[in-house]
């Protein structure tokens, strides 16, 4: 299905294309991108909401600034679609997120126009501030560094580590504030309140707008020097709300709030703060999925909904002859309130992620014991361990490539006081069309390597909930990790009595001859299917489910290597420093001689694509499991049909 572009945006392949067409028709580009992105997105899916809500900023930074020379740096890259279609990729827009296709996020080796890469939040304004201090001391005096970010990235840390340093470091970077009061779910926290007080001060707004007006209109007013004409805004912002000072104080000059959704305003407000030099905030007010009603109303439900009907709204949904077994994340969203019914002191923390990680559940039900604490990860885990001092059982649930965010305070605070705290790693492994930057690739290794650790993964469902409960008992005395992927499991029963798994205890699943595979999580259902694969050509492995890494199960693994000299390792973690490694050093403590293979996420960057697509490239599926065993067993298995 070819999916055409507007009369005005179909000649547009750059941003200077853009520039040759008047401010007025600035308004019938916005709605045709806007559009092109819902035609698009509806069949080849993709993040939607947010980009539907900056398609007027879009438009404006690249009318107004000369990108790519001028530095355009955006916050997470949910909202860059607009972006990467007014630079050059329109026509392979289609690709997005797909296969060899676009990435979903901006991307350096994809475009010169996509000057940082992103895909975790609150990272733009440090970069836009490297930028514009490279671009000081290169004395590159024209060159503009911008920053877009939303309200829901502005609560990290990290923002505010980069704003206190911008307003000292006398750089021409701009700040755009996208304020929606959303980042994938609603936005929580104090800063969030603030941002509404300032936005909805009408007294203020009034005044301030009326100042700069008359000041303006004073015969003297156009010469007063900004430093006298700062003050005089700065006693109205004094007279009427002190809440407008927070940005200031960081020495950030602020502008706004305006209507992110005026794009003449837009246009006209960037044209005015390109000539004022320094660090400055420009706080626009936009709308989440705005242009489409439904995604207006329900911004988290349409933050990325699949394919649908651009008509209708109606979401595409799989349909299934039989019952299907359920994702990870909502046996865990299930499963803690069972055990929070069953021990009072069991807490829930997420940041920012109680849609995806389904601690949502247990919000609404228990919300004096659940708590989304914002896009904050390092808050998240030592809040956590601050809990832990006083007896709560908290299950911390990050996704794995975001407790990377979090990794010093995991030592800091947690292992070393020996709290624990149970990290709940979400989207361990290959995590499909978000890439690399979500890729849960590391945490078994990063994990590993810190002492007090436990370490675990379920196979299955039953497993994760058995998992869950052991990590809650009052006998467990450590930070308790347990590691599970996006998407379905295995069993579609899987609410069945809960069973304590003994601490660092693996399980055979199958005995067998020649060649052993030890497997760590869910890809132990890759070396099941295998296993099944070659049984017809006489190929008969034993399958090991380790459960833990750390600690191994050392009565398992003597047995193991006292039987067998071939042996095959599989996990979704990287190869370098990971289980299959656990395994090999276990091997030379012990002095076993023996032939092992690991298989997990080689040591390159993995590009985006689905999780099917993405193990079948790496060498981690069913089929390449089968082959190595193949190869492994192979002088045995000619000799064999060389007898029959």
């Given at each position: ?21 008047s ?9 045709e991108?806007?559009q ?18 900056v ?83 290169k ?12 309200d ?13 340093h911008?307003?000292?470091?006398d750089?021409d ?13 609603p936005?929580v ?16 707004n ?8 008359v ?46 959704h ?18 400055k ?13 439904l995604?207006?109303k329900?911004?988290?439900?349409w ?35 069972e ?10 923390i ?5 849609s ?11 919300p ?5 604490v ?24 990050i ?7 979090a ?30 930057t ?19 993964a ?51 699943l ?27 050509e ?31 390792t ?11 490694s ?26 985006h694509?689905?999780?099917k ?15 190595v ?12 049909a060389?007898?029959?």
């Open positions: 299905m070819e999916i055409k572009a507007g009369p005005l945006l179909s000649n547009i392949n750059n941003p200077a294309d853009l520039k040759k067409l401010k007025e028709q600035m308004h019938q580009v916005c709605d991108l806007r092109y992105i819902i035609d698009v997105v509806s069949v080849h899916g993709g993040h939607f909401a947010a980009s539907l809500g398609v007027e900023l879009s438009v404006a930074l690249h009318y107004v600034y000369n990108t790519p020379y001028d530095q355009l740096v955006w916050d997470v890259g949910h909202q860059a679609y607009g972006h990467k279609i007014l630079t050059g990729r329109r026509d392979i827009f289609p690709t997005n997120r797909k296969y060899n296709g676009l990435s979903g996020f901006p991307k350096r080796s994809e475009s010169e126009y996509d000057t940082f890469g992103v895909g975790h939040s609150s990272t733009s304004i440090s970069a836009a501030l490297g930028m514009a201090m490279a671009a000081k001391y004395g590159e005096k024209d060159r503009k560094a911008i920053a877009v970010i939303g829901g990235s502005m609560t990290a840390g990290l923002a505010f580590e980069a704003m206190n911008a307003g000292v470091a750089s970077v701009l700040i755009i504030l996208n304020d929606n009061c959303m980042s994938i779910d936005n926290g104090a800063l969030k309140e603030y941002l509404t007080d300032i936005s909805t001060s009408p007294t203020y009034k005044i301030k707008d009326e100042v700069w007006k000041l303006g209109k004073l015969p003297a007013g156009k010469n007063l020097s900004r430093k006298v004409m700062h003050k005089i805004v700065e006693g109205v912002k004094g007279a009427v709300t002190s809440k407008a000072n927070l940005f200031e104080a960081l020495q950030l000059r602020y502008f706004g709030p305006i209507d992110g005026n794009i003449s305003k837009l246009i006209e407000t960037l044209q005015d703060l390109k000539k004022i030099p320094g660090p905030i420009l706080h626009i007010l936009t709308v989440k999925g705005k242009g489409y009603e995604a207006e329900d911004q988290t439900k933050h990325a909904p699949g394919l649908f009907d651009k008509v209708t709204g109606e979401i595409q949904k799989k349909t299934y002859d039989i019952p299907q077994p359920p994702k990870y994340q909502d046996v865990f969203g299930h499963t803690i309130i055990l929070a019914e069953m021990n009072e002191r069991i807490m829930g997420t940041p920012a992620m109680p995806g990680s389904s601690l949502k559940y247990m919000m609404a039900k228990m004096n014991r659940a708590f989304d914002g896009i904050c990860e390092q808050h998240a885990v030592t809040v956590s361990a601050g809990l832990a001092t006083q007896g709560m059982r908290v299950f911390c649930n996704y794995s490539s975001f407790m990377q965010r990794y010093d305070m995991v030592i800091h605070d947690v292992a070393i006081q020996k709290l624990p705290v149970v990290f709940c790693l979400d989207r361990a492994g290959l995590v499909g069309e978000d890439g690399p979500h890729h849960g690739c590391y945490d078994i290794a990063y994990m590993r390597c810190i002492p007090n650790m436990i370490i675990s379920p196979m299955n469902e039953k497993e994760l909930r058995n998992l869950m409960y052991t990590a809650q008992l009052e006998s467990t005395t450590s930070p308790f990790v347990i590691r599970y992927p996006r998407g379905e499991g295995m069993v579609p029963e899987w609410r069945t009595p809960f069973e304590e798994i003994a601490i660092g205890k693996g399980r055979k199958k005995d067998g001859q020649d060649v052993a595979i030890l497997s760590f999580g869910h890809p132990g259902n890759f070396a099941a299917s295998a296993i099944r694969d070659v049984k017809a006489g190929i008969n492995p034993a399958h090991y489910d380790m459960r833990f890494c750390k600690p191994l199960d050392e009565e398992l693994l003597h047995e193991v290597f006292g039987k067998y000299n071939k042996i095959v599989v996990e979704d973690g990287t190869v370098v420093g990971g289980f299959g656990a395994i090999l050093e276990f091997m030379n403590e012990h002095g076993y001689k023996a032939d092992v293979k690991i298989m997990g996420i080689p040591d390159r960057l993995v590009e694509g689905t999780p697509q993405l193990y079948n490239e790496i060498g981690l599926d069913a089929n390449a499991i089968a082959e065993l193949r190869e492994m067993v192979k002088d045995k298995v000619t000799v064999s060389t007898f029959q």
